[in-house]
């Protein structure tokens, strides 16, 4: 029986902070024994909003490297990197003659890029879902895992596949949102103000290339408040925060003895506070120094990035194939 397919892409700007690792990673890794999985670093999506190459290729490395240190098998899965697929970008071009301006320009992370750089609005900032949709159409993904912020990219993904099967046949399956049982676990950032980011808020978010003392430094730092006042009181948000990060690395005795103390109101936040960045540091230190030992190692790097690619091309010219059939593009 054929398994079906699961997509994800991840832009090379930035660090995979435990907020990814948590919310997507650890899902990936167990994806990869019950789907066909085809997992990208989206290098041709960085360039709409940072134009500045020269970091590119040591960060699609890194990503590359975390991505492997975190558990993804390239045995098992596709793991590449989005410009070594071509045929990406023929779909994207038919793609672009079924999109239309007003509705691109109306995409909520249009606007926000917009406001944030009015002075780079690009035509590939525009055309920005389009991409996404040919990421995902190119190899018939039915279940993208993805946020709430791409779930409308992933809608417009929908439709592009609809307008094409109207047109010229049935020829695209329609991708859906997916996530991997259960509730997401959401991580705040240390000071309570919004989630982890990968490349903003940096003293406040914990980075699987973080060193020992780093995340100990951080953590130290992370906001608390007085002991409650009475018995059984319910949590701050960033007092909430700290237990979710114990309940993730630390022992269930550990997470326990915290809990208990939190609501008999004598809990010291710097005793739990020192408890959690020895545990962080166990649980991220082995990924770390994996993810270091694949980044020096430059052959298994380009063994990773080519075995990924020949995955990646033979799953998209199949695709293609169909594509330009049902346009009448094979001459």
Known sequence: MNKEV????????????LGNYFGAMRNYVRMQDEYNCYFFVANWHSLTTHPDTKELQS?????????VACGLDPN????YVQSDVPEIAELYLYLNML?????????????EKVRLNPENVNAGLLTYPVL?????????????????DQEQHLEMARNFAQR??????????????????????????????????????QMNTLYLADTDDMLRKKIMKAKTAEAPAEPNSVKPDFIENLFTLMSLVSTPDTLEKFN??????????????????????AFVA??????????????????????????????????????????????
């Open 6 to 17: 699961v997509l994800s892409g991840i832009r090379p700007t930035g660090f995979l902070h």
């Open 59 to 67: 960060a699609v490395h890194r990503v590359i490297a975390e991505n």
């Open 76 to 79: 098992k899965v596709s793991l």
């Open 99 to 111: 999109a239309y301006k007003g509705e691109l320009e109306k995409t909520v992370t249009f606007k």
């Open 132 to 148: 996404q949709a040919a990421d995902i159409l190119i190899h018939r993904a039915v279940k993208v895992p993805v946020g709430k």
């Open 164 to 201: 094409f099967n109207h047109r010229y046949g049935d020829v695209l399956p329609e991708p859906y949102a997916f996530n991997y049982g259960g509730e997401l676990i959401k991580i705040l950032s240390l000071d309570g103000n919004g989630k982890m980011s990968k490349s903003e808020n």
């Open 260 to 281: 208990t103390d939190f609501n008999n109101c004598v809990i010291r936040y710097g005793d739990m506070k020192k408890q959690l960045a020895e545990d962080m540091i």
């Open 286 to 331: 082995p990924i770390r120094e994996k993810a270091a030992d694949i980044q020096n190692d430059k052959a298994l790097l380009s063994s990773i990035i080519k075995q990924g690619a020949e995955k990646a091309r033979e799953s998209a010219a199949a695709t293609l194939k169909e594509v330009r059939q049902a346009i009448g593009m094979n001459y």
